[in-house]
Nanobody, 125 residues
Framework: QVQLVESGGGLVQAGGSLRLSCAAS????????MGWYRQAPGKQRELVAA???????NYVDSVKGRFTISRDNAKNTVYLQMNSLKPEDTAVYYC???????????????????WGQGTLVTVSS
């Protein structure tokens, strides 16, 4: 069993900052990719940012230059620093991880996709 526990959401004014954290625990051998998704009311869930264990990152265009994703591999934790927040960033943010349970699974590219419970970010205008 693997769990992702998120923290750091809340209410902030436009232009403000928040930092989200997500810690993975359980039967983990390796996590190659960790990411943050968000889902606004009435919209589909979208990828916000992702990071590999080697540090490669990618972002959705709407957050480039404002959000920064990072991770601590030793702690199986991923962060999302969100600056210059806009009302359109309001959404439930979900942590995601591709978890390999052992070396055999890693070699066979068989991972378990795990989701966090979500944390609400509300940006007021």
């Amino acid at each position: 069993q693997v769990q992702l526990v998120e923290s750091g959401g809340g209410l902030v004014q436009a232009g403000g900052s928040l930092r989200l954290s997500c810690a993975a625990s359980g039967s983990i051998f390796s996590i190659v990719v960790m990411g943050w998704y968000r889902q606004a009311p009435g919209k589909q869930r979208e990828l916000v940012a992702a990071i590999t264990s080697g540090g490669s990152t990618n972002y959705v265009d709407s957050v480039k230059g404002r959000f920064t994703i990072s991770r601590d591999n030793a702690k199986n934790t991923v962060y999302l620093q969100m600056n210059s927040l806009k009302p359109e960033d309001t959404a439930v943010y979900y942590c995601n991880a591709e978890v390999y349970s052992d070396l055999r699974a890693l070699n066979g590219q068989r991972y378990l996709e795990v989701w966090g419970q979500g944390t609400l970010v509300t940006v007021s205008s």
